[in-house]
């Protein structure tokens, strides 16, 4: 079992920064698929970026590569999200999640993943 806790949402003017922790505990934090995913109001939670640890290879949405990164601390058992030039498009609530390695399921899926925070809320004014 895996518990996940974000910190580090807020408010913040377009074209400002924000970093996004995930702290996990629980079971062997490196053997997981680590993944942003955000909801908006009145939209589908949808796949921001994931962090697979076995690879070190990275992945993001359309919407955020080249302004968001995605990072994770083995040693901490924490995974980042530095979000950086924000648009107001970004107004969402940021989940972190974690799934096993070895899916079949593609690394967007939400269903790939069975562990999931609360939630923290980043809003961007214009």
């Known amino acids: 079992q895996v518990q996940l806790v974000e910190s580090g949402g807020g408010l913040v003017q377009a074209g400002g920064s924000l970093r996004l922790s995930c702290a996990a505990s629980?079971?062997?934090?490196?053997?997981?698929?680590m993944g942003w995913f955000r909801q908006a109001p009145g939209k589908e939670r949808e796949f921001v970026a994931a962090?697979?640890?076995?690879?070190?290879?990275?992945y993001y949405s359309d919407s955020v590569r080249g302004r968001f990164t995605i990072s994770r601390d083995n040693a901490k058992s924490t995974v980042y999200l530095q979000m950086n030039s924000l648009k107001p498009e970004d107004t969402a609530v940021y989940y972190c999640?974690?799934?096993?390695?070895?899916?079949?399921?593609?690394?967007?899926?939400?269903?790939?993943?069975?562990?999931w925070g609360q939630g923290t809320q980043v809003t961007v004014s214009s």
């Open positions: 999640a974690a799934g096993p390695s070895g899916s079949y399921l593609p690394i967007g899926s939400l269903r790939r993943y069975d562990h």
């Open positions: 629980g079971r062997t934090f490196s053997s997981y698929v």
């Open positions: 962090f697979r640890s076995s690879s070190g290879i990275t």
